[in-house]
């Protein structure tokens, strides 16, 4: 989706970008850790702004330990 069309998701990539890449569907939104070896979920992903809001500040554990390629 179009950030110039998308001023919510512009405002969450210029908060949070230092921090998760953010991108959204029509029914979903979506953010990657920007760092692969975080000790939280590398993705969350959620229907509700709110609750995907929440995840971000508080992200959950992660399942497995990172990838060491």
Do not use: C
Not at 34 to 47: E, L, M, R, S, V
Not at 56 to 67: I, Q, Y
Request: hydrophobic share 35%; glycine share 4%.
């Amino acid at each position: 989706m179009n950030t110039s069309r998308d001023p919510l998701l512009r405002l969450l990539r210029e908060h949070y970008g230092h921090r998760w890449t953010i991108r959204r569907t029509d029914n979903l939104w979506v953010a990657t850790a920007n760092d692969p070896g975080a000790d939280h979920a590398p993705t969350i992903i959620q229907p509700d702004i709110n609750e995907f809001l929440y995840d971000l500040d508080n992200p959950p554990a992660r399942a497995a330990k990172p990838s060491t390629g």
